[in-house]
């Protein structure tokens, strides 16, 4: 069974760019989630999608947004790239609604703004 | 506001010898925890949760130890081997929909 995937691996933009990350879940999980894992930071919490709806988000500008499509896959759009947003983006997918089911994570996404 | 975390940056054993990363969160309302293995440019790996009706819980090598009382969990890894090596995060879950992660342990293992 194949598991979640990320695309791209690596993604170099510069500042005032726009940037989409996409995730693939794994086939029968509707829940994917979104971290921003800076460097020697844990994860942060980004964003939740479940069923195509935004169920929650963190503390994170509204500039990060993202979606949900029909097949569960995801995108997250990250506009007027700063510096800071540097940072690996982990997905995560999961099956039902609650956190309390297990989260499968992604390689993840290398976004380095310069 | 929430938080999970209190690591130590770098642990380092020996190939053989046990291994105790250490946690603190600070919300007493989380209930869920759970640790997770980061390998070098790899996603993190569930590795063994626990509820907050337990205090203990065990795996294949892995133990958890919670102590609600004073807001502290263990991850004990017996018998430590090279592949072992990796970063460690615990989580904890805030109300039912979000994990709140530490900062990180990354465990070194030298033979």
């Known amino acids: 069974e194949a598991g979640v995937t990320q695309s791209p691996t690596h993604l170099i933009k510069t500042r005032g760019q726009q940037a989409t990350l996409r995730c693939s879940p794994i086939s029968g999980h509707t829940s994917v989630y979104w971290y921003q894992q800076a460097l020697g930071l844990g994860l942060q919490f980004l964003l939740w999608y479940d069923e195509g709806e935004e169920r929650n988000r963190g503390n994170f500008p509204p500039r990060f947004s993202g979606r949900q499509f029909p097949n569960y896959s995801s995108e997250l759009n990250v506009n007027a790239l700063e510096l800071e947003d540097s940072a690996l983006y982990l997905c995560?997918?999961?099956?039902?609604?609650?956190?309390?089911?297990?989260?499968?994570f992604g390689p993840g996404t290398r976004l380095t703004v310069l | 506001g929430e938080s999970v975390g209190l690591h130590l940056p770098t642990l380092s054993v020996q190939e053989g010898d046990n291994s105790i990363i250490n946690c603190a969160y600070s919300?007493?309302?989380?209930?869920?925890f759970i640790w997770y293995k980061q390998e070098s440019g790899k996603g993190p790996q569930f590795i063994i949760d626990i509820r907050s009706n337990m205090d203990k819980r065990q795996g294949q090598r892995v133990t958890v130890l919670l102590n609600k009382t004073v807001k502290h969990l263990s991850l004990q890894i017996a018998a430590t081997q090279p592949g072992d090596s990796a970063v460690y995060f615990c989580a904890g879950l805030a109300g039912t929909d979000k994990l709140i992660f530490g900062t990180g342990t990354r465990l070194q293992v030298f033979p």
């Open positions: 995560a997918s999961s099956t039902g609604l609650a956190a309390y089911n297990e989260q499968f």
């Open positions: 919300n007493s309302a989380s209930d869920y």
